[in-house]
Structure formats: C-alpha cells, structure tokens
C-alpha cells in the first residue's frame, strides 16, 4: 500500500501563487508515476500535471501549461506542483496521485482505458480558491 498525504492549498487572489506539496509513504518502489489532478464543482475530473519518477519527464493540461510546474523532491519522497498566475478557473479540489505506469488515460482521468473505475494510489485532497 502507499499512502498520499497532500498540503498546501488555500486561498489566494487571482494571479497569485500556490504550493502543494504531496507526501508519499509505504510501498513506492513500484511506484513510477505521480500527478496532480483537480475537481471543480459540477465539472469531471482532469488531469493537471504528471511527472515520471523516472527521467523526470512531465505533462501538463493545456490550460496550466506555462504556469505550473511539477517536480520530485527526493529527499522528502513527495510531489511538489507550483501553480503561478492563478486564474478563477483554477478553483478546485486538488488530489496528488501515484501508480505504477503512467498510461495516456490515467494521465487524463485517473482512471483506465474502459474509464470505469480509479486506478492506482490517491490522497485526500487540498482545496484550491482563486478570488477575483
């Protein structure tokens, strides 16, 4: 099992800036994939931003591309996403990640290709707002 233990989030004015941090602990030798993802109220679930522990390479979402940036630290075994030039729109709960491949569904939805059910590893998530 892994745990996932997000901190960070809060309360912010549009085009300020916010760090979350996500903590990993238990069996995460297998683990090689972790994002971010974020839920907004009547709206689905996207993926935000992931990074393979491996290589460290990254996606981003298009609508964060440029203004946020995810990365490892190692020391701490956990995920950082630093999101700058927060927007309204970016209002949402964030849920940090993990599970062992990072397929081109997981990456979207979290979920697997038939989208049915979540797969790997979640925390509980960090609440975003952006006030204008």
């Known amino acids: 099992q892994v745990q996932l233990s997000e901190s960070g989030g809060g309360s912010v004015e549009v085009g300020g800036s916010l760090r979350l941090s996500c903590a990993a602990s238990?069996?995460?030798?297998?683990?090689?994939?972790m994002a971010w993802f974020r839920q907004a109220p009547g709206k689905e679930r996207e993926g935000v931003a992931t990074?393979?522990?491996?290589?460290?390479?990254?996606y981003y979402a298009d609508s964060v591309k440029g203004r946020f940036t995810i990365s490892l630290d190692d020391a701490k075994n956990s995920v950082v996403l630093q999101m700058n030039g927060l927007k309204p729109e970016d209002a949402a709960m964030y849920y940090c990640?993990?599970?062992?491949?990072?397929?081109?569904?997981?990456?979207?939805?979290?979920?697997?290709?038939?989208?049915?059910?979540?797969?790997?590893?979640w925390g509980q998530g960090t609440q975003v707002t952006v006030s204008s």
């Open positions: 990640a993990a599970d062992r491949l990072c397929t081109s569904s997981w990456i979207r939805t979290g979920r697997g290709s038939d989208d049915k059910e979540d797969l790997g590893y």
């Open positions: 238990g069996h995460t030798d297998n683990i090689y994939c």
């Open positions: 990074i393979y522990t491996i290589g460290n390479s990254t």
